[in-house]
């Protein structure tokens, strides 16, 4: 046996066992995160699981990776006063269920604040939409269970790839995007519930930034395209160069980095017809020890948990021409 091989079955029995465990039978209810998906996609999983490929298998490891470095950091910072995996049932006919990954709960101030771990190999400039969906669900049925309490929600994003994070706050239950989820699910539990009894059911679909992951892709009405033969040629020719895609840009960032590091030491030089220089810009980035507040006290703007940062790369400018 190979160890790629090893590595996929292995996976496969984590996997199973880790949903088994902290998630019981998802073929019997909802969760928080189906709602936000592709109605087709969720009911069609659930009717017939598939088996998932190596690469999604480490998306999974990583993502619990990420959920055990934030934990074991706040845990070393001192922190106390949060819940992990954090079970809620919604009220109503739909069974829902929301495993919410962290729970925060200040008793002085009567706030439960909940924060969702996202791993990801490039940190978007904001939430994706079906992350701030699964959020509105578990912030709605936590606010359900705990009518005394102020309910808060944020995100942390983590690139374990590239070591960034990000913290995206200021979220609160809203009324009307909860009902309107909420309808969403009890015309998915529907559909599925239909299916289950053997009917033909036109299902509902929502493309979004994952379609491309999606196991039922190939039978997606979204995606029925007419034969083109005469395309054959430019696709085949694509997908070779795709498949030296990655050997190529690790190239470029080895040698980038090679040119990077004597020019940071000796300042611009010209060679090939260029001009090298270490150039910076500024981006956002998450300021940890800003986030006490909202362990503590839930209260605070993402602008309080950010700061401008400098960064420097290399830029290269043809003698005779425009920057390249």
Known sequence: MDIKTTLLTSLRKLAKQHTEETLGDRSNYLGASDIGYCPRKVILEKI???EHDLA???RFERGHMAEEIVANAFAAAGYTNFERQV??????SVPIKAHI??????????IKSVLETKSTSNIPEGPYGSWESQ??????????????YTIRGAFIA????????????????QKAIFDGLLNKAEAIWADYQAMLCGKEVELDTDPGPLCGFCNHLISCPMFEADEVPHLAASVNELQELQSHEKAFKDKVGSCK??????????????SGGCVLRAASRKRKHLVTSRLDHFLREHGSSIDD????????????????????
């Open 101 to 110: 990954d962290f729970v925060f709960t200040s008793e002085i101030h009567k």
């Open 135 to 148: 959020l509105y669900i578990q912030m709605g049925v936590l606010a359900e269970k705990y009518p005394d």
């Open 56 to 58: 999604t298998l480490l």
């Open 305 to 324: 948990f950010q700061e401008d940062r400098s960064f420097s790369f290399l830029e290269i400018k043809k003698t005779n021409s425009a920057s390249v």
């Open 48 to 50: 017939n699981p598939t």
């Open 158 to 173: 983590l690139d374990l790839a590239n070591g960034e994070a990000e913290f995206f706050n200021g979220y609160s239950p």
């Open 257 to 270: 980095q090679k040119i990077f590091a004597i020019v940071q030491k000796r300042g611009a030089i010209k």
């Open 87 to 92: 079970e809620v049932e919604a009220a109503g």
